[in-house]
T-cell receptor, first 112, second 112 residues
Framework: AQSVTQLDSQVPVFEEAPVELRCNYSSSVSVYLFWYVQYPNQGLQLLLKYLSGSTLVKGINGFEAEFNKSQTSFHLRKPSVHISDTAEYFCPPFPGFQKLVFGTGTRLLVSP | ETGVTQTPRHLVMGMTNKKSLKCEQHLGHNAMYWYKQSAKKPLELMFVYNFKEQTENNSVPSRFSPECPNSSHLFLHLHTLQPEDSALYLC???????????FGPGTRLTVT
């Protein structure tokens, strides 16, 4: 079974500053990890995913995440955020196909 | 139209009304989902359909009735709803065996 914890419910940051959204996981089986993003008044979309291979995963809109097995983490990072990055970010566990559990997410608030 | 579309985008209904939400996917997928997103609550998976067959029903009250006439269309029929049913209802689709789900923009439902 796999579970994840998003450590922050809200992250305020100024425009052009770097940001890290934290996600820790625990799993007794193979690890599949995802970040989804939900912009205001929109549905969710896949930002990036780790299934296997390189531990540094690059996603859309300049985001990247690193799978760290020793720290059981999959934190999302961006070196310089824009106002348009204001959104809700989800790191759902993967209990199986079609069983993603999205949780409450982390709200990223970017201000000028 | 591309991706996943949902109509209407906004709906206000009384507790005695009957209405339907519509979802259509233009991606050739064979699995479709209904989710409920309430303020400050985790995203809840309601129903899953694979090849038009319902494979998941997460203890959803009978006042919500899904219908999947083919792999491209999904409906959610609503009747005698309660004010606590007010939420954003999201539809998603995926290819069987895929990790990625594609979401529509949602229908914002208000029950008065």
């Amino acid at each position: 079974a796999q579970s994840v914890t998003q450590l922050d419910s809200q992250v305020p940051v100024f425009e052009e500053a770097p940001v890290e959204l934290r996600c820790n996981y625990s799993s007794s089986v193979s690890v599949y990890l995802f970040w989804y993003v939900q912009y205001p008044n929109q549905g969710l979309q896949l930002l990036l995913k780790y299934l296997s291979g390189s531990t540094l995963v690059k996603g859309i809109n300049g985001f990247e995440a690193e799978f760290n097995k020793s720290q059981t983490s999959f934190h999302l990072r961006k070196p310089s955020v824009h106002i348009s990055d204001t959104a809700e970010y989800f790191c759902p566990p993967f209990p199986g196909f079609q069983k993603l559990v999205f949780g409450t997410g982390t709200r990223l608030l970017v201000s000028p | 139209e591309t991706g996943v579309t949902q109509t209407p985008r906004h709906l206000v209904m009384g507790m005695t009304n009957k209405k339907s939400l519509k979802c259509e996917q233009h991606l050739g997928h064979n699995a479709m989902y209904w989710y409920k997103q309430s303020a400050k609550k985790p995203l809840e998976l309601m129903f899953v359909y694979n090849f038009k067959e319902q494979t998941e029903n997460n203890s959803v009250p009978s006042r919500f009735s899904p219908e999947c006439p083919n792999s491209s269309h999904l409906f959610l029929h609503l009747h005698t709803l309660q004010p606590e049913d007010s939420a954003l209802y999201l539809c998603a689709s995926s290819q069987e065996g895929s990790y990625e789900q594609y979401f529509g923009p949602g229908t914002r439902l208000t029950v008065t």
